[in-house]
């Protein structure tokens, strides 16, 4: 398997040299050349198994530059009752007649991120290991991202992680997840500006082709394909719980701000998993919601990105979004890369052609969007009816999924972290505290650590420069 770039850069690379690549070197993203397809016998035989061996099956699909029995390890390794609590891994909660939770957040930080970025710090180790190599890993993050990124890194030998936030835009406890740490390879830079801003400067450092190379720099954010690749996993086990016969459909709505959540269940349905629908959610954030409803695509500035209760998806400019716009065109690299390097960079969006839009339907998509004022009642409604709480942002994916039921469909919400991340929405919702996990109380009076930063690619790529290690 093979990898080339949405914006036209077919130089073919394996798994193991995007993985540390992070962009391709023309600022775009990697895609393998193919989705394979999964027949009938090969989904039947999946249904019966365990977690890891299923990641197992799906990765080796996509990772041939990896000794069989070494991913195996790995993958082994990752996916433990011990790390994520349950054999299932990633449990399906039945809310109501066909509407389920899928439990994504099981794992140390308590967010649906921790279940892409622990096999990464596994296949970072490997690689790094493997080619007598360090690594500086460049991130940003709208609030789970960072720490999950952090505790699967930390102590990791050959690696550092410089990761950027929006400084005071981050609920307090993931604030605390990230700045707590005390680990020498860890690096937290606060940014004084919003999410996007952060993403931009990830992506004009990687841009800068001579010191990326210099300073060996990576990347953990949803750019990363390796991230979205072992993202794909859990929507087949979803299916597998939520169905009997592989003649079934189902539907996942997927709160979503950088597309790479989503994005994964894109490629699952391209691989021939039975997805009816795509729901994707939004907050007051609703640049993807407009894209879907009307075709046209506009990246918000800062002053027009909501600060909101559900944050990690306060978010204007999808990075990972281009993925599906390429698949959209049919792969047509020249025309991708027009519309997102001439038209969002130089004049901020971008509309499809009405033949393009049409298109759309048949990759599953639908969508919507929720308001503060939605995530209350939702929180409160399924706290008062079903006796599950949940957080915020599971709470735009759920009530926009509601929207989109259809009989006889079963209708999976992937949870994207534990109300614990955000008491204040929580208490506001319900009058009472979400439970934490005991080795987790107090952490917002633990000492901190980060260094507040300007909006300057200059200032990060100095700041990396001076702490990345020989």
Request: hydrophobic share 45%; net charge neutral.
């Given at each position: 398997m093979k990898y080339l770039s949405t914006r036209g850069d077919a130089t073919p690379r394996g798994f193991s040299e995007i993985l540390l690549e992070g962009l391709a070197p023309d600022?775009?993203?990697?895609?393998?050349?193919?989705?394979?397809?999964?027949?009938?016998?090969?989904?039947?035989?999946?249904?019966?198994?365990?977690?890891?061996?299923?990641?197992?099956?799906?990765l080796s699909l996509y990772i041939d530059d990896i000794p069989a029995d070494d991913l195996r390890r790995l993958v082994t390794d990752t996916y433990t009752p011990a790390v994520f609590g349950t054999d299932l891994i990633t449990p399906l909660k039945p809310l109501e007649p066909g509407l389920s939770l899928q439990a994504l957040s099981n794992g140390p930080t308590l967010a649906?991120?921790?279940?892409?970025?622990?096999?990464?710090?596994?296949?970072?180790?490997?690689?790094?290991?493997?080619?007598?190599?360090?690594?500086?890993?460049?991130?940003?993050?709208?609030?789970?991202?960072?720490?999950?990124?952090?505790?699967?890194?930390?102590?990791k030998k050959g690696v550092n992680v410089f990761m950027l936030s929006p400084h005071g835009r981050m609920s307090p406890f993931q604030q605390a997840q990230?700045?707590?740490?005390?680990?020498?390879?860890?690096?937290?830079?606060?940014?004084?500006?919003?999410?996007?801003?952060?993403?931009?400067?990830?992506?004009?450092?990687?841009?800068?082709?001579?010191?990326?190379?210099?300073?060996?720099?990576?990347?953990?954010?949803?750019?990363?394909?390796?991230?979205?690749?072992?993202?794909?996993?859990?929507?087949?086990?979803?299916?597998?719980?939520?169905?009997?016969?592989?003649?079934?459909?189902?539907?996942?709505?997927?709160?979503?701000?950088?597309?790479?959540?989503?994005?994964?269940?894109?490629?699952?349905?391209?691989?021939?998993?039975?997805i009816r629908r795509l729901v994707l959610a939004t907050n007051e954030n609703n640049v993807l919601d407009e894209f879907f409803r009307t075709g046209t695509y506009r990246v918000r500035g800062s002053a027009e990105t909501h600060e909101t209760s559900s944050p990690s998806m306060d978010i204007s400019k999808a990075s990972n979004f281009e993925r599906f716009v390429f698949d959209l065109l049919g792969r047509d690299a020249q025309r991708t890369r027009s519309l997102f390097k001439d038209e969002v960079e130089q004049r901020g969006a971008f509309t499809t052609s009405a033949d393009e839009f049409t298109r759309i339907a048949g990759f599953g998509f639908v969508s919507g969007s929720s308001t503060h004022a939605d995530?209350?009642?939702?929180?409160?409604?399924?706290?008062?009816?079903?006796?599950?709480?949940?957080?915020?942002?599971?709470?735009?994916?759920?009530?926009?999924?509601?929207?989109?039921?259809?009989?006889?469909?079963?209708m999976i919400v992937l949870e994207t972290?534990?109300?614990?991340?955000?008491?204040?929405?929580?208490?506001?919702?319900?009058?009472?505290?979400?439970?934490?996990?005991?080795?987790?109380?107090?952490?917002?009076?633990?000492?901190?650590?980060?260094?507040?930063?300007?909006?300057?690619?200059?200032?990060?790529?100095?700041?990396?420069?001076?702490?990345?290690?020989?």
């Open positions: 600022g775009g993203l990697y895609l393998p050349t193919r989705y394979p397809k999964i027949d009938a016998a090969t989904l039947a035989r999946w249904r019966s198994l365990k977690y890891h061996e299923l990641a197992f099956e799906i649906f991120k921790d279940m892409a970025m622990q096999l990464l710090g596994q296949l970072f180790e490997y690689e790094l290991a493997r080619r007598g190599r360090r690594l500086n890993i460049l991130g940003a993050t709208s609030g789970d991202t960072g720490s999950a990124a952090e505790y699967a890194m930390r102590g990230m700045f707590s740490l005390q680990d020498a390879n860890i690096h937290n830079i606060a940014i004084e500006g919003v999410f996007d801003d952060c993403q931009d400067i990830v992506k004009a450092v990687s841009n800068d082709l001579a010191f990326k190379r210099e300073h060996h720099i990576g990347t953990v954010n949803s750019i990363n394909w390796a991230r979205l690749l072992a993202q794909v996993v859990y929507y087949f086990a979803g299916y597998f719980q939520a169905t009997r016969s592989n003649d079934e459909m189902v539907s996942f709505a997927v709160p979503s701000g950088n597309f790479g959540n989503i994005c994964a269940g894109h490629v699952a349905r391209m691989m021939g998993l039975p995530r209350l009642a939702t929180i409160r409604d399924t706290w008062q009816r079903c006796g599950t709480m949940i957080d915020t942002h599971t709470a735009d994916g759920l009530k926009v999924a509601r929207e989109h039921v259809e009989p006889g469909i079963p972290a534990l109300p614990a991340k955000f008491a204040e929405t929580i208490v506001e919702a319900i009058g009472r505290e979400p439970d934490r996990p005991a080795a987790l109380h107090g952490i917002e009076a633990l000492p901190k650590r980060f260094k507040v930063m300007p909006v300057s690619a200059e200032a990060v790529k100095a700041y990396i420069h001076q702490n990345a290690g020989p």
